[in-house]
């Protein structure tokens, strides 16, 4: 049987407009042995919405002039590792976002309580209360919220006015509920046709999107059923985190030249390790899930940010960080592992076997309780 990796060879090359998008993105694949170039479109703002899109893998991104935006090393992807989805003939009304990250959910005003999306893929649904085709998608709405409330947050979201979003009798709407007045959200989406609807994975990649009700390319149970397996991130793995795998297995000595405030007493405790570096965005995003963990865990679990970066400027990161920081400007542990991805991490148990690996995106105050009721 034939198997398929894709190579980020040297680079993911863009090509860069005046206007900050790159337009094209070459891929070269490895196909049992044979290359092949491909140029994919899709229209991407930053060398960072790049290195996100692609789940924080290290290439190097060039202008037209092939000037280095950002350089490491070479990372082999598979199928599985770098899903891509497909709008086939459905016909949009809307801008696409399809395997793009999406636009920061912002509202005007929450109708609901605000929800805790930590871990779940996300069902957003533009809509408007005098629009029958998005009264008519809302039982299914409700249905999709109630069926897979473990794994998926869903929610409405529309440019009217709360006293008409209130005024709406029927049908009830039984998930999160918001509206932006004034398009600052809903306008990024140039939305030209109600109802509109994107599902975004648990990274806030889009994965999904188009009217939930259009004939032919309903969006169904098992549509999302087949989505949420495919991009559950939540058990982590040696193949989204481009690292040898130490799963259920000792973890690596972790010998660090620099620490602050001081190396820290471990002995029956569970150790959070995050590999991260000063100029990584994806790594400054973690800080603030990090911090929060450092509280509500603290006597049982000790977090430690481990750089190559020197504690000196590592102290100067913005958002603060509030856990133990390791350096080794050798990086010994990385070449140890062949780490080359940030934020990655492992949870470690007392006996120092690891319980998690992957990226730090991927990790939930939920699978960490699991973890240390489990192996405590």
Not at 216 to 231: C, M, P, R, S, W
């Amino acid at each position: 049987m034939k198997t398929t990796k894709f190579l980020l060879a040297a680079c993911i090359l863009a090509g860069f407009s005046s206007s900050g998008i790159a337009q094209n993105v070459e891929v070269k694949t490895d196909t049992v042995g044979k290359q092949v170039r491909k140029t994919v479109k899709m229209e991407v703002k930053s060398a960072e919405d790049l290195l996100k899109l692609f789940g924080g893998a290290n290439v190097k991104v060039s202008n037209d002039n092939g000037n280095a935006k950002k350089q490491s090393k070479v990372a082999t992807l598979s199928p599985e590792e770098r899903p891509m989805e497909s709008n086939g003939d459905k016909k949009l009304y809307a801008k696409s976002y399809l395997n793009r990250a999406a636009p920061e959910l912002v509202v005007e005003k929450w109708l609901t309580d605000v929800p805790d999306t930590e871990g779940k893929l996300v069902l957003i649904d533009f809509w408007g209360p005098s629009c029958s085709p998005c009264r008519k998608s809302i039982p299914d709405l409700n249905k999709f919220s109630k069926q897979f409330k473990d794994k998926l947050v869903v929610i409405g979201v529309s440019l009217n006015k709360e006293e008409h979003i209130r005024a709406m009798k029927e049908p009830v709407i039984e998930y999160y509920s918001a509206i932006d007045t004034k398009k600052e959200y809903i306008g990024k989406f140039e939305i030209k046709g109600y109802p509109h609807a994107i599902l975004l994975d648990t990274r806030g990649i889009v994965r999904w999107e188009g009217n939930p009700v259009q004939s032919g390319h309903e969006l169904t149970a098992e549509v999302l059923e087949h989505l949420i397996t495919k991009y559950d991130y939540e058990d982590g793995g040696v193949h989204r985190s481009y690292s040898k795998s130490y799963l259920n297995e000792k973890a690596p000595e972790l010998s660090m030249r620099e620490w602050f405030p001081k190396e820290p007493d471990l002995k029956g405790k569970f150790v959070l390790r995050d590999f991260f570096s000063f100029h990584c965005g994806p790594c400054r995003k973690a800080i603030p899930k990090l911090n929060k963990w450092n509280k509500e865990f603290a006597g049982e679990l000790v977090i430690i940010g481990c750089a190559k970066d020197g504690i000196a400027r590592l102290r100067t990161i913005e958002p603060k960080i509030e856990y133990t920081l390791a350096s080794d400007p050798q990086g010994k542990i990385w070449q140890e592992m062949d780490l080359h991805v940030l934020s990655y991490v492992q949870l470690i148990d007392p006996k120092g076997i690891v319980r998690w690996e992957g990226l730090c995106i991927d990790l939930t105050t939920k699978k960490i309780k699991e973890i240390i009721a489990k192996y405590k």
